[in-house]
């Protein structure tokens, strides 16, 4: 972890010449905010950090160290960490990867064809036909009764001819009952038909009906899929938020485990002042300074 370091002057300063050797380029890593604070000696700086075992200290007494040169790292700690950055950077690829696919759109249902137009005309013309038929048959059958009535006052008639009038009667008659027949059926045919076209609304109403059904079904079934996928979509942008915190979380604490001199100098001293809550051991460094750099004001 990168240790806050809070510079606080504690009094002047006076800068006196001071040897140091040929020192460690400073590196370039990240480095770990420590605590400094003014010694009460002349050109002196006491360093504060925290380390988990004394094999974490990379500086020893008398040591000459150059700006930027490391003087903790927190290795076990940093291989754990590291770990569980490699663990978290697994788990948001898999996340990342998974595909959430939108649901189709529910396809138009087919619409219902229309009835044709209500049409009786054939029923309706049989029905004439046969009334034409019954009129004429009954107009002739009127007529021969007439005539057998006269030709039955003629006196002296050969029976032959009034019973041969007879047999035309009775095929007129017979006739007459044939186009009775005939718009009877044709009436049943009309109401066949009628019934059949109620039917055929009916069923058309039925159909149109499940259509529309159907077609809500559809839509409703649409919209569940859909609120599915954006929760799945919300809860995978979570997801990652939370792994992104963790990973610049884990990141935070790689970081600071390594701290680095603010200055160059020479090591005077190194006290350790016992272990925290956390098990973490506290170390103050006594750093002689090079009189050419700034001193904390």
């Not at 040929?22 to 770990?32: D, G, I, K, R, V």
């Not at 009334?131 to 032959?160: F, G, V």
């Not at 186009?179 to 039917?199: D, V």
Request: proline content about 6%; charged content about 25%; some cysteine.
């Amino acid at each position: 972890m990168r240790w806050l370091f809070i510079l606080t002057t504690v009094g002047t300063i006076l800068l006196s010449p001071c040897k140091i050797t040929q020192a460690q380029e400073a590196q370039t890593l990240p480095t770990a905010p420590i605590e400094t604070r003014a010694a009460a000696y002349p050109n002196r700086i006491e360093i504060t950090v925290k380390i988990s075992a004394h094999e974490d200290l990379k500086i020893a007494q008398d040591m000459t160290i150059a700006k930027g040169q490391i003087i903790s790292d927190r290795i076990p700690e940093k291989k754990r960490l590291l770990a569980q950055k490699k663990q978290l950077e697994l788990s948001l690829k898999r996340v990342l990867a998974t595909s959430i696919q939108a649901p189709p759109k529910p396809l138009p249902v087919p619409t219902v064809a229309p009835l044709p137009p209500v049409n009786y005309l054939e029923q309706e013309a049989a029905i004439e036909r046969a009334n034409i038929e019954i009129a004429l048959s009954q107009e002739e059958i009127t007529i021969k009764e007439q005539e057998i009535e006269e030709l039955s006052q003629i006196p002296d008639l050969d029976p032959i001819i009034l019973e041969h009038e007879q047999e035309k009667l009775k095929r007129l008659q017979l006739n007459h009952q044939i186009a009775q027949s005939e718009l009877e059926l044709a009436r049943g045919k009309l109401e066949t038909a009628k019934q059949q076209r109620e039917y055929q609304e009916y069923q058309f109403s039925v159909t149109a009906a499940r259509r529309v059904e159907e077609q809500n079904q559809a839509k409703s079934f649409y919209q569940q899929q859909l609120a599915q996928y954006n929760e799945k979509l919300a809860d995978r942008e979570i997801q990652i938020t939370q792994f992104n915190e963790k990973l610049a979380n884990v990141q935070n604490q790689i970081d600071n485990l390594q701290i680095v001199s603010p200055y160059a100098g020479e090591v005077r001293s190194i006290d350790f002042l016992g272990q925290d809550a956390e098990g973490l051991i506290t170390v103050k460094i006594l750093l002689k300074i090079s009189i050419t750099q700034e001193l904390p004001k």
